[in-house]
Nanobody
Framework: VQLQASGGGLVQSGGSLRLSCTAS????????IGWFRQAPGKEREAVSC????????HYRDAVKGRFTIYRDNAKNTVYLQMNRLQYEDTAVYYC???????????????????WGQGTLVTVSS
């Protein structure tokens, strides 16, 4: 059972990136998926999550209107589309998964069972 986060890179302020969270060894259907980020010297914080049943979504205020989380079950992947990136978005981004077939949106780190290895997003000002 593994999660692989990818898609990070260096982008100018105002640019876009799409992060991918792909599972191997299990299907992401019925799993709630969360994206978290950790900037240097800061705590890991929740960015966005998507529910396991009805694809309800939640975003932290700082990314609302700029980031979109969605899933493609055929590719067993959850994406985080990040537009209008800002310097403050610079961080290592992690995806996490928990089996939860409901509309519940887990927002805390301790609620997740599986974690990807992280992908670095650097936004130049």
């Amino acid at each position: 059972v593994q999660l692989q986060a990818s898609g990070g890179g260096l982008v100018q302020s105002g640019g876009s990136l799409r992060l991918s969270c792909t599972a191997s060894g299990f299907s992401l259907e019925s799993y709630a998926i969360g994206w978290f980020r950790q900037a240097p010297g800061k705590e890991r914080e929740a960015v966005s999550c998507i529910s396991g049943e009805d694809d309800s979504t939640h975003y932290r205020d700082a990314v609302k209107g700029r980031f979109t989380i969605y899933r493609d079950n055929a590719k067993n992947t959850v994406y985080l589309q990040m537009n209008r990136l800002q310097y403050e978005d610079t961080a290592v981004y992690y995806c996490a998964a928990v089996m939860r077939y409901s509309s519940y949106l887990p927002k805390a780190k301790f609620e997740y069972d599986y974690w990807g290895q992280g992908t670095l997003v650097t936004v130049s000002s």
